[in-house]
């Protein structure tokens, strides 16, 4: 088991993979949307992505976007998203894409890498507490939704 950065010539499997994530959020099957997305990430080189790969299947993904913080006039990333396909789970996957993604905001010298999650995702929160990542108490979320 491999991670590595995502290439153009991963879309077509990667794409399988995120349509899977999106439907595991709620969203309707539309693999022509996952592909087209995740091509305009690539083409105008918007995110960053990691995938895992086993046997040459890609078992997981983690996408960065970067961002900047204007008090710090720093950079960070936001680790926007993770996901393990079901059958590869419980196997370190998540947590050897996380820690790809920390290597690399080390690397890009990123002040922080930020992510949001469900409140009820208590596997995710003991694993990201694990792993250095401190819950926010000081600042509230808001959300202006256009569509």
């Known amino acids: ?14 794409s399988v993979l995120f ?30 992505i990691f995938i895992h790969v086993k046997d040459d299947v890609i078992t997981g993904f983690v996408l960065l976007y970067l961002g900047f913080s204007s ?34 905001a080390r690397h890009q010298n990123a002040l922080r890498i930020t992510l949001e999650t469900q409140k009820n995702n208590y596997q995710s929160h003991k694993l990201y507490e694990q792993m250095g990542f401190v819950k926010d108490d000081e600042f509230q979320t808001f959300h202006c939704f256009l569509k």
């Not at 088991?1 to 990667?14: C, P, S, Y």
């Open 71 to 104: 008090v710090a006039c720093s950079t960070y990333y936001i680790l926007d998203d993770v996901y393990v396909s079901p059958v590869y789970r419980r196997q370190g996957s998540a947590k050897q894409l996380i820690d790809t993604a920390i290597l690399f």
């Open 1 to 14: 088991m491999i991670v590595r950065r995502a290439n153009f010539e991963d879309l077509e499997q990667l």
């Open 19 to 48: 349509d899977e994530y999106r439907q595991f959020y709620g969203a309707s099957s539309n693999h022509q949307l996952s592909y087209d997305f995740l091509k305009q990430r690539f083409s105008n080189q918007e995110s960053v």
